[in-house]
């Protein structure tokens, strides 16, 4: 089973920075459109940011928009998760995942996964 694979979490202070990558060996990188999730301790995973196979279209969740920018290189077969101005509700597990298709916030859409990568934003 292929596995993206995920690098960049961390603690953080709060209004810091952090950059998530996801490298996709062996995938046929730009046939995919790759999401970003992100499930915190007793809750819900929530989609937080998705783009298009060739990167045209980005999708951000409400509480994200603004403070985080996802992009990709295809030619790196990596995307990118940059996240600005954290917040204490921002720590989470982060996972990438890739689909076939378009950007879809269900998470059963999507084929493959990463094995998440820990981010905490505390002071």
């Known amino acids: 089973q292929l596995r993206l694979v995920e690098s960049g979490g961390g603690l953080v202070q709060p209004g810091g920075s952090l950059r998530l990558s996801c490298a996709a060996p062996g995938l046929t990188f730009d046939a995919y459109a790759f999401g970003w999730f992100r499930q915190a301790p007793g809750k819900e995973r929530e989609g937080v940011s998705c783009i298009s196979n060739w990167g045209e279209s980005t999708n951000y969740a409400d509480s994200v928009k603004g403070r985080f920018t996802i992009s990709r290189d295809n030619r790196k077969n990596t995307v990118y998760l940059q996240m600005n101005s954290l917040k204490p509700e921002d720590t989470a597990n982060y996972y990438c995942?890739?689909?076939?298709?378009?950007?879809?916030?269900?998470?059963?859409?999507?084929?493959?996964w990463g094995q998440g990568s820990q981010v905490t934003v505390s002071a």
């Open positions: 995942a890739a689909r076939i298709g378009r950007c879809s916030w269900s998470g059963t859409d999507y084929n493959y």
